[in-house]
């Protein structure tokens, strides 16, 4: 085949599987304008009639929930994501891959499992009552990950002497946080943030664990379709998730490539190229 | 006074004038003073759990001197560097610089800078703002710091180049940038952690011409730390040799050279030629040593293992009748590969002047 052809074809398959992502969120988001209650193809009147009942019903109470809920378990995982990720990246300790292992197992294991595990240890074990927090102890296990292996991922890059540098030129112990550490991990911080945020305002499965009789927004919507009712509210929802998520998502991906290590580098300069050419002590 | 004069003088001179009122050691923030040893380690200790990385340490560094910390890895002499820059604390021992106790000074408020092995640049600043640093967290305006750091990148021959980012520059160029982001706050003394480690040999052989001048133009004291003994014998005026978390000798390369104290410093500066005779050992240099045919009058008899061929010299290994080995360098003067090759197997007689030959102590006492 031809270089060219090559190069058609390969166009094709790339908008063929962008449209198999995104043509049925496209959809979904213009039923939010559909008029009538039931939904039907092509959309014959377009209203912003849902988007006021949406707002009416209690789809704005469990919104409140869920971007609470992601509020706090994204802040806690900021702290005890970078907390783990320094601890493996720079210190040697016993057990140390034993950490690494432990923290990102919950990310892997099934959310029922994760799920029904909580359940148990937070209602039965502890006699805890379902709250907003045991929401946020399940949202947890998973958001501390993302920032943990972002800032894990960052740390290993950057070179261990940077703060000693910084020391070593005068900086006192402020300075060298905000001129040094904070600029190094601050881009790793916002990205692993926002992946966390993003992934706890669409969780299910944990949640219904540990929700209890809450509803959270997806909770919402599960039991608004299972029901069968409010479907274009529903569908509502659904366009204000998307767009809720798209723009955190999108703002984690530029953040990770606009690095500072990289920015402006003025020729194909990689991230790859930078590990290799700093030695690794 | 001052103006008077410059304005009549040439630009140039000017220019010239001003660079060493910048760059001179006399405009240190700390001046060195006459006598005091610019660092001094007495008994300093440092260990790590069980291991002891530095025991009893004691070296003392003149003002303007070149030092070197000489030693294989794990022998002490990075810790011992860091033990002076701050970063690490000594369990015993006390830590001097221009005669003031700094034991239990932070790193930041002590009157050095350190160039480190991985180069250590902020990957998030320019070339410039990694040089200003430091001038920037003591509160210098940003006019006076940023022409201060042209000069010094100008001065490690990086002009024009303050705004790239550590990742746009190779090697080398990162290398300098580090070095000038020490140098520009004209510490006393500048502390050196392998800082060639990670450059070719070519470029590694003119960095070496290129910091010696800087030291001696810049008249900084430098404490260099490398395993390389090449390095250590063409670049210092005076040198330590680690072993084991201790000095094993300290002395000038000359000295250290010809009269290595103990077979690790034989062995580790140069060629471990260790002969025992009669209860004594002593070491000779390869070099020094004449190879004649057996035939060819006295000295110890022996038979020649291995030729190894090395351009400008060949290498020989000698197996000696009365016991022992020893290396002998000869001058490719007027011979061939071929012909130093066909050498093995070859007996031989090996004599020296015995001015050449050095009593050690026996290992272990």
């Not at chain 2, 430091?134 to 990086?158: F, N, Q």
């Not at chain 2, 140098?183 to 003394?189: A, S, Y």
Request: charge should be neutral; charged fraction near 20%.
């Amino acid at each position: 085949m031809t270089q060219r052809g090559t190069r058609i074809s390969l166009a094709v398959w790339t908008a063929l599987v962008i449209a198999f992502l995104w043509i049925p969120l496209v959809i979904i988001a213009l039923y939010a304008f559909n008029g009538p209650t039931l939904q039907g193809w092509p959309i014959s009147n377009w209203t912003l009639h849902w988007f006021r009942v949406a707002w009416d019903s209690d789809a704005r109470s469990a919104l409140w929930l869920s971007l609470r809920v992601g509020l706090i378990a994204t802040g806690l995982a900021l702290v005890l994501g970078t907390m783990a990720a320094t601890a493996v990246a720079r210190f040697r300790f016993f057990g140390r891959e034993a950490v690494s292992f432990l923290l990102v197992l919950p990310l892997a294991l099934p959310g029922i499992i994760t799920g029904i595990a909580l359940n148990r240890a937070l209602f039965s074990t502890l006699a805890l009552s379902p709250s907003l927090w045991s929401i946020v102890i399940g949202h947890a296990t998973f958001c501390v990950v993302l920032v943990y292996n972002n800032v894990v991922a960052r740390l290993r890059r950057s070179s261990p002497s940077l703060l000693e540098a910084s020391q070593d030129l005068g900086a006192d112990g402020w300075q060298t946080f905000r001129f040094v550490l904070w600029p190094v991990l601050s881009t790793a911080l916002v990205a692993g943030g926002l992946l966390a945020f993003a992934l706890s305002f669409d969780e299910v499965i944990v949640t219904t664990f540990t929700a209890g009789a809450q509803e959270t927004l997806p909770i919402w919507i599960l039991d608004n379709i299972e029901r069968g009712q409010q479907l274009p509210v529903v569908n509502v929802v659904a366009f204000f998730v998307i767009v809720a998520t798209t723009i955190p998502v999108m703002l984690a991906q530029r953040m990770m490539r606009d690095t500072g290590l990289i920015r402006r580098a003025g020729g194909p300069v990689t991230e790859a190229v930078e590990a290799a050419e700093i030695p690794a002590i | 006074m001052r103006s008077g004069c410059g304005l009549k003088r040439p630009h140039r001179v000017a220019i010239i004038e001003h660079r060493m009122a910048t760059l001179a050691p006399a405009a240190s923030e700390t001046e060195p003073v006459a006598g005091v040893p610019a660092v001094r380690l007495s008994g300093v200790r440092r260990t790590y759990g069980e291991v002891v990385a530095v025991a009893n340490v004691d070296l003392e560094i003149a003002a303007g001197e070149f030092f070197t910390l000489l030693g294989p890895s794990g022998s002490g002499k990075t810790t011992t560097l860091r033990v002076i820059a701050g970063f690490e604390r000594p369990d015993a021992g006390h830590v001097e610089l221009q005669g003031v106790d700094v034991t239990h000074v932070a790193p930041a408020q002590r009157a050095v800078n350190t160039v480190f092995q991985d180069y250590a640049l902020f990957p998030h600043m320019t070339v410039a703002e990694n040089v200003e640093y430091g001038l920037r967290v003591k509160g210098m305006p940003k006019s006076e710091r940023r022409s201060r750091a042209e000069e010094v990148l100008d001065r490690v021959r990086l002009p024009g180049l303050g705004d790239r980012k550590p990742v746009q520059l190779s090697g080398g160029q990162r290398q300098r940038v580090a070095l000038a982001r020490a140098i520009v706050n004209r510490p006393p003394v500048l502390l050196l952690d392998e800082p060639l480690g990670a450059l070719d040999l070519k470029l590694r052989q003119e960095m070496q011409i290129f910091l010696k001048e800087l030291q001696r133009e810049l008249a900084i004291t430098f404490v260099y730390v490398t395993h390389d003994q090449e390095e250590a014998l063409t670049m210092s005026d005076r040198l330590a040799v680690f072993n084991a978390g201790g000095i094993e000798q300290t002395g000038t390369p000359a000295d250290v050279y010809e009269h290595p104290q103990s077979e690790f410093v034989a062995g580790f500066v140069g060629v471990s030629n260790v002969l025992e005779r009669g209860g004594r050992r002593v070491t000779i240099r390869p070099e020094k040593i004449r190879m004649t045919d057996e035939s060819g009058g006295d000295g110890e008899a022996g038979t020649i293992r291995e030729v190894v061929y090395v351009g400008m010299v060949t290498r020989y290994v000698v197996d000696l009748d009365g016991g022992g080995e020893l290396v002998v360098v000869r001058q490719n003067l007027e011979t061939s590969s071929q012909e130093a090759l066909a050498e093995q197997g070859k007996r031989v007689r090996l004599s020296w002047r015995p001015e050449h030959t050095y009593e050690i102590e026996k290992e272990g006492t």
